[in-house]
């Protein structure tokens, strides 16, 4: 079976080039507007369409909007604030027993009496337990001693650095009750050097959020002059502390 084409490009057919060219920018233009307004674009296609009629389910996982909502994941955390800064003072007497005496230093039973003025701060961290670094000075209320090796009241310094951990009832930032225990290393400067080991331990009662009492036993362990062996000595304390104590935030 012989096949006719469908434009004849022998000279005795009927091919007309005016005719095809028209008809080939006919199909040309439609093809052209069918593909524009089918395409995704500004023009509202379908694209517009699937958008409208697409909901959440169809979508990917990262891109619906029950994803994005905050309210399914619980409320917001809120912002922990810094506790504020606070400083402490206090002032107090008290009273040693010596548990060991030394006859060759002409020892009493008990020590002289002494004031203690200290200050510091509470470092922020906030809580019931706490913390705080003070700096405490010390002197003698009365003298010790023999006439001759002995020294006369207000006449022995001691500087005491030391670390309290603190224990608030009920929490902070305006306590009643004050439980504290603190690790200090007294450094006798006057008349004569020595230094030794301390450890305290009390409660302070607040009659106010800035003042109140508080009471203290502390043990502590001086390393002194030799005797008349030559032997260094150790002079174990215990003493009771009552005073007055300032804790104020700094605002």
């Known amino acids: 079976m012989q096949l006719t084409p469908l434009f004849d490009h022998t000279v005795g057919g009927d091919y007309r080039p005016d005719a095809v060219n028209r008809a080939f920018c006919i199909v040309f233009g439609l093809v052209l507007t069918v593909g524009a307004f089918a395409s995704p674009g500004p023009w509202g296609g379908p694209s517009r369409a ?62 002289p009496s002494y004031l203690e003025v200290f200050g510091g701060v509470v470092l922020p961290v906030g ?24 020294i006369d009241p207000l006449q022995q310094w001691t500087l005491t650095p030391a670390y309290t951990a603190r224990i608030s009832f009920p929490e902070d930032p305006v306590p009643d ?62 003493s009771g502390e009552l005073g007055v104590l300032f804790d104020i935030e700094v605002l």
Do not use: C
């Open 177 to 238: 009750w004050i439980l504290f225990g603190r690790f200090g290393v007294p450094l006798t400067l006057s008349s004569d050097f020595s230094w030794g080991l301390g450890l305290d331990v009390g409660a302070a009662y607040m009659f106010t959020a800035g003042i109140g009492v508080y009471v203290e036993i502390d043990y502590s362990m001086y390393f002194g002059a030799d005797d008349r062996s030559g032997n260094a000595t150790i002079h174990p304390l215990l």
């Open 127 to 150: 809580g019931r337990i706490g913390h705080q670094v003070t700096l405490a000075v010390a002197t003698n209320l009365s003298g010790d001693g023999s006439y001759t090796a002995g």
């Open 50 to 111: 699937l958008a409208q009629t697409t909901g959440d389910d169809d979508l990917p996982p990262a891109l619906r909007e029950s994803t994005l909502d905050p309210e399914l994941h619980g409320p917001a955390e809120p912002e922990s604030e810094s506790p504020p800064l606070r400083i402490v003072a206090g002032i107090g007497g008290g009273a040693t027993i010596r548990l060991v005496k030394h006859l060759d230093l002409q020892q009493e039973r008990f020590a």
